[in-house]
Nanobody
C-alpha cells in the first residue's frame, strides 16, 4: 500500500508562483511514473504533467513553459513548480502515481491518488 501526500497549495496573485510537493510512502518495488492532475469547479479532472521512471516529462499545452515537473528519487517525492500563474489555473491539484509491487513472481502496476491540494489564483 502506498500513500501520496500533497502539500504547497494556497492563494496566490496572478503572475505569482507556487511549488507543490507529493511525497510517496509505503511499500513498493519501484515507481513507474508519476503525474499531476487538476480539477477546476464544474470541470472534469485533467492531466497537467507527467514524469516517467527515466525522468521524461510531458505537459498539457496550457501549462507548457510555465509549469515544471520534477522529482527527487532519493526522497520518493515529486514536485510541480507553477510559475506565471493565471486565474484559470485555479483548481484542486492531485498527485497520481503508478507503483510496481511484487505479487508472487510477477510485478504488478498499482495506481494511487493523493487527497489533493487547492491552488487559487486571484487578485
Amino acid at each position: 500500500q502506498v500513500q501520496l501526500v500533497e502539500s504547497g497549495g494556497g492563494l496566490v496573485q496572478p503572475g505569482g508562483s507556487l511549488r507543490l510537493s507529493c511525497a510517496a510512502s509505503g511499500s513498493f518495488f519501484s515507481i513507474n511514473h508519476m503525474a499531476w492532475y487538476r480539477q477546476a469547479p464544474g470541470k472534469e479532472r485533467e492531466l497537467v504533467a507527467t514524469i516517467t521512471n527515466r525522468g521524461s516529462t510531458n505537459y498539457t499545452a496550457s501549462v507548457k513553459g510555465r509549469f515544471t515537473i520534477s522529482r527527487d528519487t532519493a526522497k520518493n517525492t515529486m514536485y510541480l513548480q507553477l510559475n506565471s500563474l493565471k486565474p484559470e489555473d485555479t483548481a484542486v491539484y492531485y498527485c497520481n502515481g503508478g507503483f510496481l509491487d511484487r505479487r508472487g513472481l510477477d510485478l504488478v502496476l498499482y495506481e494511487y491518488w493523493g487527497q489533493g491540494t487547492q491552488v487559487t489564483v486571484s487578485s
